[in-house]
């Protein structure tokens, strides 16, 4: 085995070496290959960014050590097929060295001779050497690289560096990714991703678009550009910190979004990333059909969370899953299967979802209507020249929105029963006092009845396009009135157009006949209803005295009757006794 050979090489190919090293002898390997596990595969090299070597300069100071054996001196031996470097632990690394390999190394492009980094061996025979077995050699090489990379270069304080520290035998050091005196500052994304694979097995979940390598040896991204090289952070620090390397714009939004916000204030429960975009491994393109983020997938994803009853309960949410799930967007979407129809992030966004009370938020009442209108333009269009998208787009956030009218999460057909009776009831959120006087004609009674087929609000004032009474294009205005009311009564004329659905009956100002109309209606009512209130109750109270009186009629004249017949017994009796025998 070859010492100091990089990973993604031949496996036979070797590792470690020490900076103070020295042979126990200079006989030939035996005629065998010796196997030594990856990470001792590095003896003094430090691999960096080809930048880093460049600005050290073709000619360092440290290119040679005063005193130290020449390239020419080290080669005439370690140029040498099979040379041992016995341990003291008994293992035996191949001490061999290729000249035309160093060359071609970064090190050896930059002229960086052996006593650079073999700063020690000044003569032969060499210093003893202080690592007791391969794995205290590679380690002890590693501390070299820090002399001219850096603690941070080298990765000290990060998960490598913390477990080497501890202890880990299975801690990479330099060598272990770069190689010894094949080194290579930036492998490629496949490479690097073998150097990884040593030791961090793939999953089954690794078939995702960020994989490095395929089946069919498509390369993508290596894990280091996710994870990072010589700082590799927690696993769970990795997202969404290096999703922004690639994805900058997306990550900035989702740092300002609700969900963004709350995993910085330490909410661990906040999606992030891999939530919706699955493991990272994993992650799929979102117009990937297989995708958690797929349009047709994506209502389950958001809700793993908002339709768990227990966290919309402790995050102080409603459960709106279940509402859209019953919604005609929802019924189209996972019933239908209707990539065209809205999903949660066709109204709430993505990467940048607001709480609704955001003015920033898509859902925000005053950008609800573009928010709609995204699908429903012509809708769009019409509303913002009614009323209330005039209303609106001056500032009156009180104004009648799609939502007041359709709801949100529950949005239902507009042609079913149920909607066209809540529709009413939503309009007299707002028009109290008009809904009051329509409840008050033969319409509004109907309808409060559960009955459709008589004019609601929409019928005559339109929907969409609902404008002010005393505008032209209103379809109760002066001009339109009567054809609105043809509608449903072809022959209506000018007189039948003259009723007023909303008057006011308690309001003389409203009409004079009409008030007291209704004020003697209400009086004639009220007395006759009085009148015979007291004519039955005093007729009540007559029949129960006439009851009782009855009753002791019968009473005292069965009393009577039994007294009597006692009377003639005894005077019968006595009359007997008078005539005797």
Request: hydrophobic content about 30%; proline content about 5%; aromatic content about 4%.
């Amino acid at each position: 085995m070859r010492l100091g050979a990089r990973p993604g090489r031949s496996r036979e190919e070797g590792s470690g070496e020490d900076l103070d090293w020295v042979h126990r002898s200079c006989e030939p390997i035996p005629n065998h290959r010796w196997r030594v596990p990856m990470a001792v595969a590095g003896w003094l090299v430090v691999g960096l960014a080809v930048a880093g070597f460049l600005a050290i300069g073709p000619t360092p100071s440290w290119a040679q050590v005063e005193g130290a054996l020449s390239n020419e001196d080290c080669l005439g031996c370690h140029d040498r097929d099979r040379l041992a470097v016995e341990l003291p632990s008994g293992e035996v690394l191949d001490g061999t060295v290729d000249a035309g390999t160093y060359d071609g190394s970064a090190h050896g492009t930059v002229a960086l001779s052996c006593s650079g980094c073999h700063r020690s061996i000044t003569e032969y025979p060499h210093p003893e050497q202080r690592g007791a077995d391969a794995r205290e050699y590679s380690v002890i090489a590693n501390e070299v690289c820090a002399g001219c990379h850096g603690s941070e270069q080298v990765g000290d304080n990060d998960v490598h560096g913390l477990a080497r520290a501890a202890g880990s035998a299975d801690a990479p050091v330099c060598s272990s990714c770069h190689g010894a005196h094949d080194v290579v500052a930036d492998p490629d994304p496949a490479e690097r991703s073998a150097m990884c694979l040593t030791c961090h097995q793939p999953r089954d979940e690794v078939t995702g678009r960020h994989v490095a390598v395929s089946e069919t040896g498509g390369t993508g991204l290596a894990c280091s550009d996710c994870h990072g090289s010589h700082t590799v952070p927690e696993v769970d620090l990795v997202v969404p910190t290096s999703c922004a390397r690639c994805h900058e714009s997306a990550v900035e939004a989702y740092d300002e979004s609700v969900h963004g916000l709350a995993l910085a204030a330490g909410d661990e429960a906040a999606a992030s990333c891999a939530n919706c975009h699955g493991p990272a491994h994993g992650a799929l393109a979102s117009n990937d059909p297989s995708s958690s983020a797929y349009p047709l997938r994506l209502p389950e994803t958001c809700g793993t969370c908002h339709g768990n009853a227990q966290f919309a309960e402790e995050h102080g949410l409603p459960n709106v899953f279940e509402q859209y799930v019953d919604s005609i967007h929802g019924r189209a979407v996972l019933d239908k299967q209707l990539l065209i129809a809205a999903n949660c992030s066709t109204c709430h966004g993505s990467h940048g979802i607001r709480a609704p009370d955001d003015p920033a938020s898509r859902v925000f009442p005053s950008n609800v209507p573009s928010t709609c209108g995204s699908c429903h333009g012509e809708i769009e269009s019409l509303y913002r020249a009614s009323v209330h998208g005039a209303a609106v787009a001056g500032g009156d956030l009180g104004a009648a929105i799609c939502t007041d009218c359709h709801t949100a999460h529950e949005i239902t057909g507009v042609d079913t029963v149920e909607w066209k009776l809540e529709v009413v009831r939503e309009c007299g959120t707002c028009h109290e006092e008009s809904l009051t006087t329509y409840r008050d004609t033969f319409h509004g009674q109907v309808t409060s009845l559960g009955y459709t087929r008589v004019a609601r609000c929409s019928d005559c004032h339109e929907y969409h396009t609902i404008q002010h009474i005393d505008d032209p294009r209103s379809a109760v205005s002066s001009v339109r009135l009567l054809t609105t009311c043809q509608k449903c009564h072809p022959t209506a004329n000018e007189n039948f157009a003259q009723f007023s659905p909303h008057a006011d009956s308690d309001n003389p100002d409203d009409g004079a006949v009409l008030h007291y109309t209704a004020l003697f209606m209400s009086s004639l009512i009220v007395g006759v209803l009085g009148f015979f209130g007291i004519h039955t109750t005093l007729w009540s109270i007559r029949a129960g005295i006439e009851r009782g009186t009855s009753f002791a009629r019968r009473s005292r004249l069965g009393k009577e009757s039994a007294g009597g017949d006692d009377t003639s017994n005894d005077s019968t009796t006595s009359e007997e006794e008078a005539e005797g025998p």
